[in-house]
């Protein structure tokens, strides 16, 4: 074991991991960002306010029961350096790590207990290939070490490989995702509450679809997670 740490602690030395948000060494107890960059994180508080910005975009369009988001994601701005570093350059720990410090957020909020289990906004399986995992999964399962909520990848499928939601206007987002989710046989979600956890909100449109469909079920409820919500 004595081994081991020096080893770990010489390539530290020689090769310390980086601040995502400012590119200097972090320090022990410091994971992905470090202290200070963390702190700039632009948070919403809003897990514990019944009525948020986050639940008014679905306000009408679903029913649901509580949601939250964890930080604003603005142009330029540090969560969307982050996303895109886990979307886009594998850096997969970005994920885990947005999801536990929401996830102890959520902790604190008191509603997160009523929670069932955390369903991922899922793949289509040629995008899951493609990229090779699903930054939602990945957020789910911070949240889940952080909650102890169980996460279920399985139940939750991907029917359509739809396209880019990113140039699209509110309505054809909506379109683009119509029949695009499906539940899987024998997935036993009757009268569970389900969090249904997803990377960045901007109109809804795809969580939307996913519990209009999860709805389909009996007596399920509905509560929403996102690491971010898009502002201009």
Same mark, same amino acid.
């Given at each position: 074991?004595?081994l081991?740490?020096?080893?770990?602690?010489? &390539? @530290?030395?020689?090769?310390? @991991?980086?601040?995502?948000?400012?590119?200097?060494?972090?320090?022990?107890?410091?994971?992905?960002?470090?202290?200070?960059?963390?702190?700039?994180?632009?948070?919403?508080?809003?897990? #514990?306010?019944?009525?948020?910005?986050?639940?008014?975009?679905?306000a009408?369009?679903?029913?649901?029961?509580?949601?939250?988001?964890?930080?604003?994601?603005?142009?330029?701005?540090?969560?969307? @350096?982050?996303? @895109?570093?886990?979307?886009?350059?594998?850096?997969?720990?970005?994920?885990?790590?947005?999801?536990?410090?929401?996830?102890?957020?959520?902790?604190?909020?008191g509603?997160?207990?009523?929670?069932?289990?955390?369903?991922?906004v899922?793949?289509?399986?040629?995008?899951?290939?493609?990229?090779?995992?699903?930054?939602?999964? =990945?957020?789910?399962?911070?949240?889940?070490?952080a909650?102890?909520?169980?996460?279920?990848?399985?139940?939750l499928l991907? #029917?359509r490989? #739809?396209?880019?939601? &990113?140039k699209?206007?509110?309505?054809?987002?909506? $379109?683009n995702?119509?029949?695009?989710?499906?539940i899987?046989?024998?997935?036993?979600?009757?009268?569970?509450?389900i969090?249904?956890?997803? $990377?960045?909100? &901007? &109109?809804?449109?795809?969580?939307?679809?996913?519990? =209009?469909t999860?709805? #389909?079920?009996?007596?399920?409820?509905?509560?929403?997670?996102?690491i971010?919500?898009?502002?201009?």
């Open positions: 074991m004595q081991r740490q020096l080893i770990q602690g010489l &390539t @530290h030395l020689f090769y310390p @991991h980086l601040c995502e948000g400012c590119n200097k060494p972090l320090i022990a107890n410091e994971w992905i960002l470090c202290i200070s960059c963390e702190a700039q994180l632009p948070e919403t508080g809003n897990c #514990t306010i019944p009525e948020n910005e986050t639940g008014l975009r679905f009408g369009r679903i029913p649901y029961i509580y949601a939250a988001s964890f930080a604003y994601f603005t142009d330029e701005g540090l969560l969307q @350096h982050l996303i @895109h570093g886990l979307k886009y350059k594998n850096k997969q720990d970005i994920g885990r790590y947005l999801g536990s410090i929401f996830g102890q957020q959520l902790n604190s909020s509603w997160i207990k009523e929670v069932d289990m955390i369903v991922p899922p793949l289509h399986p040629a995008k899951l290939a493609a990229r090779g995992f699903n930054q939602s999964e =990945l957020i789910a399962a911070g949240i889940s070490v909650t102890g909520i169980p996460v279920y990848n399985n139940i991907r #029917t490989n #739809t396209e880019s939601q &990113t699209k206007s509110r309505s054809e987002r909506v $379109d995702m119509k029949n695009a989710f499906c899987s046989e024998n997935s036993n979600i009757n009268g569970k509450h969090l249904i956890c997803d $990377d960045i909100l &901007t &109109t809804g449109a795809t969580i939307e679809a996913c519990a =209009l999860l709805s #389909t079920e009996k007596s399920i409820k509905i509560s929403i997670a996102t971010g919500i898009a502002v201009s």
